[in-house]
């Protein structure tokens, strides 16, 4: 079992910078691959990025290339969303996920992951 945790969401103006933090528990949580999900109001929850359980490998949507970097602590049992150039349309209700298995790599399917946290809300104003 793995409990997850986010925090670090917020409001900001467009163009500013926001640091997400994932906490999990759980002993498996440094072999686990790590993603993030966010669902804005009326849409579909999509995929953002993803990190390998080594952190070797990450992966990106399109929409946040360049902008977000995925990064993990496993000594800490934490993974960060770093994400800069915040655009209005960043803002969704964010969601970390761990993947039940062991030595995953970046996965950027949602059904990959088993465990989700309850999501932190950012909100990007123009």
């Known amino acids: 079992q793995v409990l997850l945790v986010e925090s670090g969401g917020g409001s900001v103006q467009a163009g500013g910078s926001l640091r997400l933090a994932c906490a999990g528990s759980?002993?498996?949580?440094?072999?686990?691959?790590m993603g993030w999900f966010r669902q804005a109001p009326g849409k579909e929850r999509e995929f953002v990025a993803a990190i390998s359980w080594s952190g070797a490998t990450t992966n990106y949507a399109d929409s946040v290339k360049g902008r977000f970097t995925i990064s993990r602590d496993n000594a800490k049992n934490t993974v960060f969303l770093q994400m800069n150039s915040l655009k209005p349309e960043d803002t969704a209700v964010y969601y970390c996920a761990a993947d039940g298995l062991s030595y995953g790599g970046a996965h950027i399917q949602a059904s990959n992951y088993d465990y989700w946290g309850q999501g932190t809300q950012v909100t990007v104003s123009s």
């Open positions: 759980g002993r498996t949580f440094s072999r686990a691959a």
